[in-house]
């Protein structure tokens, strides 16, 4: 993930995250994304089940029973040895977490294992009762996805009335002082509606939001074509970047990430440097620190039925299966040749990612992407926006 408001509105520093040695232990929460270790934030999709069904979702949820999923002594086990791994965040997510009968046991388990506990819902669930419980449990954020203002989220989710229960969700959050932020996915038919979202979190004082870049995965694969061309991209991204600045310049200061297109730090930087920004350097440094896409390295997934992958969107290559070997084990495991390429993905990717002058920024970009739009998964990224005339090794760089 990209920090648009840490790094082109200055929130954040170098100096910030060499203060507490970089190391993943020791960083508060808003910096773990610069840390040198790279300990996994895990994503455990702790139930397939959705109330919703969303266009783009990769797990290709419905709201019906699933069998397999892990019962509560056996993620009970999992989040402890999460836990004695150093895993910084869980990220509980779906389907709907929220349809979890034992999830506020869970929560409150992890949390007490000393890890921060957040959760990624659709917000439709959340009455005032829920949102006091969630609180109760020790929930550390709450990230709702919205994918547009009220019609155009409505048809991404399927269900009529989503939106308006999903703001009501919102602001029950809110009301029981949990951190809550949106997630919103960007394609053709919804690129209109950001200058909208911009607005609703300033009228609605929603501390943070990622702008989530398409990944070609579950049902998302058939909106491949409804995927931004390279010119829309940057057109986006550099809105993205300007209502931000407007923001933080209006006293406003919301926490502004897009998410699965690394493209967009190097995209960031160079703008930064036309503009002559004295702040330039700072941010190489930071994306740096940073490296990219860490997928099998400091981001991964753990599947309902306790499947482990790369991350959320690579289900269909599994690790592991936490059932039978603990997380910890399978994550280090390096006699899996794709584990051990995807601990450093430079050396591996093909084509104009190999000869990037911004490859130490980028980490080679979303493989999954590149997977399934060529069916290699060392192939460049086809969602890299910059020319190649950017990315050359310069005597400049």
């Not at 709201?63 to 009970?76: H, I």
């Not at 009335?161 to 919804?190: E, Q, S």
């Not at 699965?260 to 004295?278: I, Q, T």
């Not at 995807?342 to 997977?371: I, S």
Request: with cysteine; hydrophobic share 40%.
């Amino acid at each position: 993930m990209i920090g648009i408001s840490k790094l082109y509105c200055g929130t954040v520093e170098p100096s910030d995250v060499l203060r507490y040695g970089a190391e993943t232990g020791r960083l508060p929460s808003h910096l773990l994304q610069f840390s040198a270790d790279k300990k996994p934030v895990v994503v455990w999709n702790c139930t397939r089940r959705c109330n919703l069904k969303c266009v783009h979702c990769y797990s290709r949820s419905e709201n019906r029973k699933y069998d397999g999923e892990l019962s509560t002594d056996e993620a009970v086990r999992m989040l402890e040895d999460l836990a004695a791994f150093g895993v910084p965040v869980v990220l509980f997510s779906g389907g709907e977490p929220l349809m979890r009968p034992d999830l506020m046991t869970l929560l409150e388990k992890a949390v007490a294992l000393g890890m921060r506990a957040v959760i990624s819902t659709n917000g439709t669930l959340i009455d005032a009762g829920v949102a006091a419980r969630l609180k109760t449990a020790g929930l550390s954020y709450v990230g709702v996805s919205l994918d547009g203002m009220r019609e155009v989220n409505d048809k991404f989710r399927g269900v009529a009335g989503a939106f308006d229960r999903a703001m009501a969700g919102i602001r029950n959050c809110m009301a029981a002082g949990i951190k809550v932020g949106l997630r919103f996915t960007i394609t053709k038919r919804n690129a209109a509606e950001i200058d909208g979202i911009f607005d609703l979190l300033r009228d609605e004082g929603i501390p943070r939001i990622c702008f989530y870049h398409l990944v070609y995965a579950g049902r998302g694969t058939s909106l491949m074509d409804e995927d931004l061309d390279h010119q829309a991209t940057r057109r986006v991204v550099d809105r993205i970047i300007d209502r931000t600045a407007e923001l933080h310049a209006a006293g406003h200061a919301p926490e502004v990430l897009t998410v699965d297109n690394h493209a967009d730090g190097p995209y960031l930087y160079a703008r930064m440097v036309r503009e002559r920004s004295p702040r330039a350097h700072e941010v190489k440094q930071l994306l740096e620190m940073n490296r990219g896409n860490s997928s099998g390295h400091g981001i991964g997934c753990i599947s309902w039925d306790g499947s482990v992958h790369a991350d959320q969107f690579w289900r269909h290559v599994s690790f592991g299966n936490v059932r039978r070997r603990p997380f910890s084990e399978i994550w280090t495991d390096l006699s899996n040749p794709l584990m051990a390429k995807l601990k450093d993905k430079r050396p591996h990717v093909k084509g104009r990612c190999a000869t990037c002058r911004y490859l130490d920024v980028c980490g080679g970009n979303f493989r999954v992407r590149a997977e399934a739009a060529t069916g290699d998964l060392w192939a460049p990224d086809p969602a890299c926006y910059l020319t190649d005339e950017e990315i050359a090794i310069t005597n400049d760089q």
